[in-house]
C-alpha cells in the first residue's frame, strides 16, 4: 500500500529545443494525499486519483486544479476515461466508481469482490476489464452496471502464474490485451480475453505496469524494463541505466517513451527503450504514474 505523503504533479513543458526539456511542479498542489494515478484525454482534460477517495480534475492542462466529490474514502489506485465525459476508477476492497459527466458526479458499481483492484482500461465505452490482488481479473461490457469474475485461462500453460496481484491491465483493441504482476507474470489475450496465454519468464521481479503502442510493440516496468516486439510472446530486458524501482511506462509511438518511479526517478527513451536517459524530476519522492498525451506533454503524480 502507497503511504500518505504529501502529492504533487508536474507538467512536461518544453520551450524551443530539445535540451530545454524540464519538469515543472504545477501549484497550488491540489491535495495533501499521494496521488497513484494520472490520466488525461487530451493536452488541457485530465484526472488524477489517490489515496483517501482523492480524485482531482483539470480542464486548463493543470493550470488549475479542482477537487472532485468521489463518494469513497478508499484508496484509488487507477483511473481511466474513454473522453472528456465517461471514465471509471477503481481502488480498495473492490471498488469501482463511475462517471458520465466527467467526474461533477461518481457513482459507486457493484462487485461481489473485497480483493484491492490495481488497474482499470476500457476499449469503448461498454467493455472494460479491472485487475487486481490475488489474480483478480473483472470484465464488464455494459459499462459497468455489471461486473463479473473471469477466471483466468491459461492455454497453452506455460508457467504457473504466482497467486497474488495483476498490478496493471492494457487493451489496444477489443480482443488484444495484456496483464502484468508479480514474479514477472505476463499474460495476454488475442480473443477478448475468453483465453489467456502466459508467458515464459524473462524476469522474477514484479510488473507494475505495461504499456502498447499497437498490437506487437510494447513494454513493461518493474524492477527491470521489458520489451517485446511480437505481441508479448517473447520479451527481452532493456538497460535503464538506473537502479530504482519503476512504477509506470508511457509511450507516445513506438519509439518515443517514459518511466517514472522510486526517488523522483524519470527515464526517457526515443529510440523504443535501445538508451534510456535520465531527466531531472526536481523531487525525490516516488512517482507513481506517468501519462503523455504527445511526444512533448506529460504529467507525473506520486508522493
Avoid: C
Avoid at 48 to 66: E, F, K, M, N
Wanted: charged content about 10%; cysteine-free; proline content about 3%.
Amino acid at each position: 500500500m502507497k503511504s500518505l505523503l504529501f502529492s504533487a504533479l508536474w507538467f512536461m513543458s518544453i520551450t524551443f529545443t530539445l535540451a530545454q526539456e524540464k519538469w515543472v511542479q504545477q501549484n497550488p498542489w491540489p491535495t495533501s494525499n499521494t496521488l497513484s494515478s494520472v490520466y488525461f484525454t487530451d493536452a488541457k482534460t485530465g484526472w488524477a486519483v489517490g489515496d483517501a477517495g482523492t480524485i482531482v480534475h483539470t480542464t486548463d492542462g493543470g493550470t488549475t486544479w479542482v477537487r472532485q466529490a468521489s463518494g469513497t474514502s478508499q484508496y484509488l489506485h487507477s483511473v481511466y476515461f474513454r473522453g472528456a465525459k465517461t471514465g471509471w476508477a477503481v481502488g480498495g476492497y473492490g471498488t469501482i466508481i463511475h462517471t458520465d459527466d466527467g467526474g461533477e458526479t461518481w457513482t459507486p458499481q457493484t462487485t461481489v469482490y473485497s480483493s484491492y483492484l490495481l488497474s482499470v482500461h476500457f476499449t469503448d465505452a461498454d467493455t472494460g476489464w479491472a485487475v487486481g490482488q490475488q489474480k483478480l481479473l473483472l470484465h464488464t461490457t455494459d459499462g459497468g452496471i455489471t461486473w463479473v469474475g473471469k477466471t483466468l485461462i491459461i492455454n497453452p500453460v506455460i508457467i504457473p502464474l504466482p497467486p497474488n496481484d495483476l498490478n496493471a491491465v492494457q487493451f489496444t483493441d477489443a480482443k488484444t490485451g495484456w496483464a502484468v504482476g508479480s514474479a514477472g507474470a505476463i499474460v495476454y489475450t488475442i480473443d477478448g480475453g475468453s483465453t489467456w496465454a502466459a508467458n515464459s519468464a524473462v524476469t522474477s521481479q514484479t510488473m507494475t505496469s505495461v504499456s502498447f503502442t499497437n498490437a506487437l510493440t510494447g513494454w513493461a516496468v518493474g524492477g527491470s524494463i521489458i520489451h517485446t516486439t511480437d505481441g508479448g510472446e517473447n520479451w527481452v530486458v532493456q538497460a535503464s541505466g538506473t537502479t530504482s524501482g519503476l512504477t509506470s511506462v508511457s509511450f507516445v509511438d513506438p519509439q518515443t517513451g517514459w518511466a517514472v518511479g522510486d526517488s523522483g526517478t524519470i527515464i526517457h527513451t526515443s529510440n523504443g527503450g535501445a538508451t534510456w536517459i535520465r531527466q531531472t524530476s526536481g523531487t525525490d519522492a516516488t512517482l507513481w504514474s506517468v501519462q503523455f498525451t504527445d511526444a512533448r506533454t506529460g504529467w507525473a503524480v506520486g508522493g
